[in-house]
Protein backbone atom coordinates (compact mmCIF):
# COMPACT_ATOMS: atom_id res chain seq x y z
CA UNK A 1 0.00 0.00 0.00
CA UNK A 2 1.40 3.69 -1.08
CA UNK A 3 1.48 6.06 1.88
CA UNK A 4 2.89 9.84 1.64
CA UNK A 5 2.64 11.29 4.57
CA UNK A 6 3.54 14.73 4.80
CA UNK A 7 4.50 16.47 8.42
CA UNK A 8 6.01 20.04 9.26
CA UNK A 9 2.97 22.28 8.69
CA UNK A 10 1.93 24.80 11.63
CA UNK A 11 1.25 28.31 12.66
CA UNK A 12 4.22 30.91 11.60
CA UNK A 13 4.51 34.76 11.33
CA UNK A 14 4.97 36.55 8.29
CA UNK A 15 8.96 36.44 7.22
CA UNK A 16 9.43 33.20 8.98
CA UNK A 17 10.24 29.63 8.08
CA UNK A 18 8.72 26.28 7.63
CA UNK A 19 10.17 22.87 6.45
CA UNK A 20 7.82 20.52 5.16
CA UNK A 21 8.26 16.84 4.61
CA UNK A 22 6.92 14.07 2.75
CA UNK A 23 7.40 10.19 3.78
CA UNK A 24 7.09 7.79 1.35
CA UNK A 25 6.41 4.54 1.67
CA UNK A 26 5.22 0.76 -0.57
CA UNK A 27 6.58 2.78 -3.80
CA UNK A 28 10.03 2.71 -5.45
CA UNK A 29 10.32 6.47 -4.39
CA UNK A 30 13.34 6.89 -6.76
CA UNK A 31 11.11 5.52 -10.11
CA UNK A 32 9.00 9.00 -9.17
CA UNK A 33 9.08 12.48 -9.98
CA UNK A 34 7.64 14.69 -6.88
CA UNK A 35 5.79 17.54 -6.50
CA UNK A 36 4.58 19.74 -3.58
CA UNK A 37 0.77 21.36 -4.32
CA UNK A 38 -1.22 23.81 -2.04
CA UNK A 39 -4.75 24.86 -1.95
CA UNK A 40 -6.19 27.44 -0.07
CA UNK A 41 -9.60 28.11 1.22
CA UNK A 42 -11.57 29.05 -1.56
CA UNK A 43 -8.89 28.18 -4.58
CA UNK A 44 -8.07 25.65 -6.75
CA UNK A 45 -4.91 22.97 -6.07
CA UNK A 46 -1.70 24.88 -7.57
CA UNK A 47 1.79 23.44 -7.96
CA UNK A 48 4.37 24.92 -6.06
CA UNK A 49 7.24 22.83 -7.08
CA UNK A 50 8.20 20.01 -8.50
CA UNK A 51 11.76 17.45 -8.65
CA UNK A 52 12.64 15.14 -10.76
CA UNK A 53 12.99 11.34 -9.65
CA UNK A 54 17.24 12.07 -9.77
CA UNK A 55 16.50 15.58 -7.72
CA UNK A 56 18.32 16.69 -11.02
CA UNK A 57 15.89 19.22 -12.37
CA UNK A 58 13.66 20.96 -10.07
CA UNK A 59 10.98 23.62 -11.05
CA UNK A 60 9.27 26.37 -8.53
CA UNK A 61 5.96 28.28 -9.25
CA UNK A 62 6.93 32.15 -9.87
CA UNK A 63 5.25 33.31 -6.72
CA UNK A 64 7.82 31.15 -4.56
CA UNK A 65 10.98 31.53 -6.22
CA UNK A 66 13.73 32.60 -4.36
CA UNK A 67 11.72 31.50 -1.24
CA UNK A 68 10.82 28.04 -1.39
CA UNK A 69 13.47 25.02 -1.87
CA UNK A 70 12.44 21.91 -3.06
CA UNK A 71 14.84 18.20 -2.33
CA UNK A 72 14.97 14.98 -1.94
CA UNK A 73 16.51 12.12 -0.34
CA UNK A 74 16.01 8.93 -2.09
CA UNK A 75 17.74 7.00 0.58
CA UNK A 76 15.31 8.14 3.13
CA UNK A 77 12.48 8.09 0.76
CA UNK A 78 11.40 11.73 1.97
CA UNK A 79 10.87 14.91 -0.04
CA UNK A 80 11.39 18.20 1.72
CA UNK A 81 10.13 21.79 1.10
CA UNK A 82 12.06 24.36 2.92
CA UNK A 83 9.77 27.47 2.87
CA UNK A 84 11.48 30.88 3.80
CA UNK A 85 10.36 34.40 3.69
CA UNK A 86 6.95 32.89 4.42
CA UNK A 87 3.68 35.52 3.82
CA UNK A 88 -0.02 35.27 4.53
CA UNK A 89 -0.45 34.44 1.07
CA UNK A 90 1.14 31.00 1.14
CA UNK A 91 -1.57 30.04 3.84
CA UNK A 92 -2.84 26.84 2.90
CA UNK A 93 -3.04 22.83 3.18
CA UNK A 94 0.28 21.52 0.92
CA UNK A 95 -0.10 18.58 -0.68
CA UNK A 96 3.04 16.01 -1.97
CA UNK A 97 2.67 14.11 -5.27
CA UNK A 98 3.98 11.12 -6.72
CA UNK A 99 4.07 10.74 -10.15
CA UNK A 100 5.89 8.68 -13.04
CA UNK A 101 5.70 11.45 -15.34
CA UNK A 102 7.30 15.09 -15.53
CA UNK A 103 4.99 16.93 -12.63
CA UNK A 104 4.50 20.82 -14.13
CA UNK A 105 3.50 18.89 -17.61
CA UNK A 106 0.96 16.94 -16.05
CA UNK A 107 -2.65 17.08 -15.05
CA UNK A 108 -3.17 17.11 -11.38
CA UNK A 109 -5.66 14.40 -11.99
CA UNK A 110 -2.84 12.23 -13.22
CA UNK A 111 -0.61 12.66 -10.44
CA UNK A 112 -0.29 8.44 -9.71
CA UNK A 113 -0.51 9.21 -5.63
CA UNK A 114 -1.16 12.27 -3.19
CA UNK A 115 -0.75 12.69 0.36
CA UNK A 116 -3.55 13.63 2.67
CA UNK A 117 -1.82 17.14 3.37
CA UNK A 118 -0.37 19.25 6.06
CA UNK A 119 -1.70 23.18 6.91
CA UNK A 120 0.40 26.05 7.03
CA UNK A 121 -1.04 29.02 7.93
CA UNK A 122 1.10 32.31 8.23
CA UNK A 123 0.15 35.33 10.21
CA UNK A 124 0.90 38.83 9.02
Known amino acids: QVQLVESGGGLVQAGGSLRLSCAAS????????MGWFRQAPGKERELVAA????????YNEDSVKGRFTISRDNAKNTLYLQMNSLKPEDTAVYYCAAALRWIPTTPHYAMDYWGKGTLVTVSS
Open 51 to 58: ISWSGGDT
Open 26 to 33: GLTFSSYH
